[in-house]
């Protein structure tokens, strides 16, 4: 109940502010509203919130298996972008572009303001949660616990995105939202889910870039 309470207030609020430029108080607030729906609930409840993985050993494992991810899984997305394009189906998810404020910033703001708050909120705590509530229902069947958490994370994940940015093509985020369920599990930490959150934001607009 409070797993589902605190999404559903998070995505409320940012579907009532309505962001529109990276350098308005919308954009700026939305992290906001994520990172403070994660904290608030998990000091409430004194519980330990999940590692962000910024030791040396962490970073080493979650880098060479971001490298992996990146080189398998881009190339894909470029391919199936590149086939929807050359039939006129035109792109399911366009952009927001940065304008105006430069890409050193709009870098900036997708991997700490986006990438970041998303991650803390989607993996660290609402999977964290569905992982630690699943235990006492599945049993002693770790895969299935961890796969439950992946599918039901990624649900909301595009769920949230459907409901805030307006359009059902959103539900296409479900699809890195299993990615990135699966990178927290696999690390055990967030570095991993923020690092290619990021990456594949960023990645998307440079490959739409090349279609438009």
């Known amino acids: 109940m409070e797993t589902a309470l605190a999404l559903i207030i998070a995505v409320l609020a940012i579907k009532g502010i309505g962001a529109s430029s990276a350098f308005e108080v919308g954009w700026l607030l939305t992290p906001l509203i994520l990172v403070i729906a994660a904290f608030v609930p998990t000091m409430v409840r004194h519980r330990r919130f999940v590692e962000f993985g910024f030791n040396r050993r962490q970073i080493m494992a979650s880098l060479a298996l971001l490298g992996w991810m990146c080189a398998a899984l881009f190339p894909l997305v470029f391919g199936g972008l590149w086939v929807l394009e050359s039939h006129g189906f035109g792109l399911p998810l366009p952009p927001v572009l940065p304008q105006g404020q ?86 055990k930490s967030l570095l991993a889910p923020i690092l290619f959150h990021g990456l594949a934001n960023v990645s998307y607009v440079m490959m739409v870039g090349l279609f438009v």
């Open 102 to 187: 430069g890409w050193v910033g709009w870098l900036f703001y997708q991997f700490m303001y986006v990438a970041m708050a998303e991650e803390v909120f989607f993996r660290g705590y609402v999977q964290s949660n569905i992982l630690r509530l699943a235990g006492p229902v599945i049993g002693r069947r770790p895969r299935l616990k961890e796969w439950t958490s992946i599918g039901i994370s990624a649900a909301c994940f595009a769920g949230a995105h459907v409901i805030v940015q307006g359009q059902i093509e959103s539900v296409l985020t479900f699809l890195p939202g299993l990615v990135l369920g699966w990178l927290f599990i696999r690390t």
